[in-house]
């Protein structure tokens, strides 16, 4: 088996279109364990799962969102080496903006 190369990766989305434009999308992604080396060897990273929202809102051609990554603040990684350990990935994170169409 290759390095950093986990034998099962997960991806779910839904996205809700609500009432008076709003929106709800909800992402989910799991990354089994995988290995700094090759054959299951080196250190091995721990399997994660992490969640992400995302609000909107449309008001005629404008659109407003707001979003959350990695909700739940899990603590993972997904590199790593022998001499240094474990490079974590951001905790929770938010981010937002505005989105205008021209067309309909």
């Not at 034998?7 to 609500?18: C, E, L, S, V």
């Not at 364990?33 to 060897?41: C, K, M, S």
């Not at 909700?71 to 903006?97: C, E, I, K, S, V």
């Amino acid at each position: 088996m290759l390095q950093f190369s986990p034998k099962h990766i997960a991806n779910y989305r839904m996205d809700f279109d609500g009432p008076w434009g709003t929106g709800i999308t909800s992402s989910l992604r799991y990354v089994h364990h995988q290995f700094t080396d090759i054959g299951e060897g080196g250190l091995k990273l721990p399997s994660y799962l992490v969640w992400g929202l995302r609000l909107s809102k449309r008001i005629g051609m404008w659109e407003g969102f707001f979003g959350v990554d990695n909700l739940t603040a899990r603590r993972y990684a997904q590199q790593a080496d022998t001499f240094n350990g474990y490079y974590p990935q951001p905790g929770r994170t938010y981010w937002g903006g505005v989105t205008l169409r021209f067309y309909q």
